[in-house]
């Protein structure tokens, strides 16, 4: 089991900034990629941005180099820092593991989600 710990939601006017972090607790060294995604009700979740093991960073295509994602992994911690909001950024952001193992060669995908961070930006 991988638990999330996530933080620095709320409220930020148009083009300001803001920094979520996502702790994780448990079996951490399971983790392959951890990162975050975020929805709006009636909505489907769309990625945010995510990091791998390796360090690969991938965004969506709405992020067009305003975010950016990095990890510490003395803490188990992800930080997602967002400069130049826009109001539809508005929505609710989850963070996200991937656990996913192999036994053999069959794949056993390993999710964990987080609670979930409201994130407000104001026009």
């Known amino acids: 089991q991988v638990q999330l710990a996530e933080s620095g939601g709320g409220l930020v006017e148009a083009g300001g900034s803001l920094r979520l972090s996502c702790a994780a607790s448990?079996?951490?060294?399971?983790?392959?990629?951890i990162g975050w995604y975020r929805q709006n009700p009636g909505k489907e979740r769309e990625l945010v941005a995510t990091?791998?093991?390796?360090?690969?960073?991938k965004y969506g295509d709405f992020v067009k180099g305003r975010f950016t994602i990095s990890r510490d992994d003395a803490q188990n911690t992800v930080h997602l820092q967002m400069n130049n909001r826009e109001p539809e950024d508005t929505d609710v952001y989850y963070c996200?593991?991937?656990?996913?193992?192999?036994?053999?060669?069959?794949?056993?995908?390993?999710?964990?989600w987080g609670q979930g961070t409201q994130v407000n930006v104001a026009a």
């Open positions: 990091i791998s093991r390796g360090g690969m960073m």
């Open positions: 448990g079996r951490t060294y399971s983790i392959n990629v």
């Open positions: 996200k593991v991937d656990a996913g193992y192999y036994r053999g060669s069959d794949y056993y995908p390993d999710d964990y």
